[in-house]
T-cell receptor, first 114, second 113 residues
Framework: GNSVTQMEGPVTLSEEAFLTINCTYT??????LFWYVQYPGEGLQLLLKATKADDKGSNKGFEATYRKETTSFHLEKGSVQVSDSAVYFC?????????????FGKGTKLSVIP | DTAVSQTPKYLVTQMGNDKSIKCEQNLGHDTMYWYKQDSKKFLKIMFS???????INETVPNRFSPKSPDKAHLNLHINSLELGDSAVYFC????????????FGDGTRLSIL
């Protein structure tokens, strides 16, 4: 079956620090990969996505590259802000395998301190 | 003009009661979902409907019953509530089954006393 593994949190960084949140996946088909973000008290929002190998998704200064050889989709940002404090979820969608659902990782809580 | 709206936002009730959570989307999407997020933030799909037809039905106690009166609404009814049902329940929608992104509501925090 499909699964997503992301690094355990919480992660605490100072403002302007570099962020990496690791994500690896297993899938039976050829999945699309996503990062969703959940700000406190809100639902999830799509942050970025990549649909094929070597694609790079980017948004709001965040980037992630679909690496098929390492089955990874690590999230990076060069300089985090306090407003980036949230829970980040890596997810995959494997519609080629006939699955309509998103499989989520367990989430990584990021706290950015001034 | 909230895209995906769920009510209530908070629900506090006693064990054994029956309760419902409502969800509506005004995006014109065909597919809607219910997720459960536990205290550790782990998010798991429960159900999905496409044009009022059930397409995903994960291993969930049959005390949970989704109902989709039309494609803009997907309600969740829970019978005989148990302590382990305490969680945040999220509704989401997408244009079609399997499409991304999914648009999420703000969640309903269910607390069982």
């Amino acid at each position: 079956g499909n699964s997503v593994t992301q690094m355990e949190g919480p992660v605490t960084l100072s403002e302007e620090a570099f962020l990496t949140i690791n994500c690896t996946y297993t899938a039976t088909g050829y999945p699309s990969l996503f990062w969703y973000v959940q700000y406190p008290g809100e639902g999830l929002q799509l942050l970025l996505k990549a649909t094929k190998a070597d694609d790079k998704g980017s948004n709001k200064g965040f980037e992630a590259t679909y690496r098929k050889e390492t089955t990874s989709f690590h999230l990076e940002k060069g300089s985090v802000q306090v407003s980036d404090s949230a829970v980040y979820f890596c997810a995959l969608s494997d519609t080629e395998a006939g699955s309509y659902q998103l499989t989520f990782g367990k989430g990584t809580k990021l706290s950015v301190i001034p | 003009d909230t895209a995906v709206s769920q009510t209530p936002k908070y629900l506090v009730t006693q064990m054994g009661n029956d309760k419902s959570i409502k969800c509506e989307q005004n995006l014109g999407h065909d597919t809607m979902y219910w997720y459960k997020q536990d205290s550790k933030k782990f998010l798991k799909i429960m159900f999905s409907y496409n044009n009022k037809e059930l397409i995903i039905n994960e291993t969930v106690p049959n005390r949970f019953s989704p109902k989709s009166p039309d494609k803009a609404h997907l309600n969740l009814h829970i019978n005989s509530l148990e302590l382990g049902d305490s969680a945040v329940y999220f509704c989401a929608s997408s244009l079609r089954a399997g499409d991304q992104p999914q648009h999420f509501g703000d969640g309903t925090r269910l607390s069982i006393l």
